[in-house]
T-cell receptor
Framework: DAKTTQPNSMESNEEEPVHLPCNHSTISGTDYIHWYRQLPSQGPEYVIHGLTSNVNNRMASLAIAEDRKSSTLILHRATLRDAAVYYCILRDIAGANNLFFGTGTRLTVIP | GAGVSQSPSNKVTEKGKDVELRCDPISGHTALYWYRQSLGQGLEFLIYFQGNSAPDKSGLPSDRFSAERTGGSVSTLTIQRTQQEDSAVYLC????????????FGPGTRLTVT
């Protein structure tokens, strides 16, 4: 699977939007962009995924650059419960089925 | 509905003993995955199962690790002759089938080898 690069940590004020970036300059045409998050002392939790078009769900939005070399996970209104490590993962539809977790971005939400 | 469950939630064992960790996937999910997470580290893939097909064992760190899945549902991860470096949180996940479908994770089993 192609590699992703994320900042080690970010901070956000509660109730403000958060934009979590991910670079994946070696992405292939068959790589889906997945985001998971891991709250303290819990297993990872699926957030969202997309291929080319921007995606929205009840948890977040995913904005994908036109060249697909980067993407941004958007939390529209951060809450204290959103404090977690966020992982950006590429999954090739024809490749390995397991997830390759990097180091992710640790999001701190400030009350 | 019920999510992925794992047992025990915590396990403390002495070096050299064998341990068994259990995973109950979401009903109807045919794909099942095992990962482990050492303290402060990212997740490391161990093994996955798809239905009755032979599992992908490419992530198992040594021949002391094995896993089986009975009846296409419950899975057991066995670690023989445990070592201190086996101490980690062992996470199980399931998904409707292999592919780019999202994986649903259990709460994990924290294994401590003394």
């Amino acid at each position: 699977d192609a590699k992703t690069t994320q900042p080690n940590s970010m901070e956000s004020n509660e109730e403000e939007p958060v934009h979590l970036p991910c670079n994946h300059s070696t992405i292939s045409g068959t790589d889906y962009i997945h985001w998971y998050r891991q709250l303290p002392s819990q297993g990872p939790e699926y957030v969202i995924h997309g291929l080319t078009s921007n995606v929205n769900n009840r948890m977040a939005s995913l904005a994908i650059a036109e060249d697909r070399k980067s993407s941004t996970l958007i939390l529209h209104r951060a809450t204290l419960r959103d404090a977690a490590v966020y992982y950006c993962i590429l999954r090739d539809i024809a490749g390995a089925n397991n997830l390759f977790f990097g180091t992710g971005t640790r999001l701190t939400v400030i009350p | 509905g019920a999510g992925v469950s794992q047992s025990p939630s915590n396990k403390v064992t002495e070096k050299g003993k064998d341990v068994e960790l259990r995973c109950d996937p979401i009903s109807g999910h045919t794909a099942l995955y095992w990962y482990r997470q050492s303290l402060g580290q990212g997740l490391e893939f161990l093994i996955y199962f798809q239905g009755n097909s032979a599992p992908d064992k490419s992530g198992l760190p040594s021949d002391r690790f094995s896993a089986e899945r009975t009846g296409g549902s419950v899975s057991t991860l066995t670690i023989q002759r445990t070592q201190q470096e086996d101490s980690a949180v062992y996470l199980c996940a399931s998904s409707p089938r292999l592919g780019v479908y999202e994986q649903y994770f259990g709460p994990g089993t924290r294994l401590t080898v003394t």
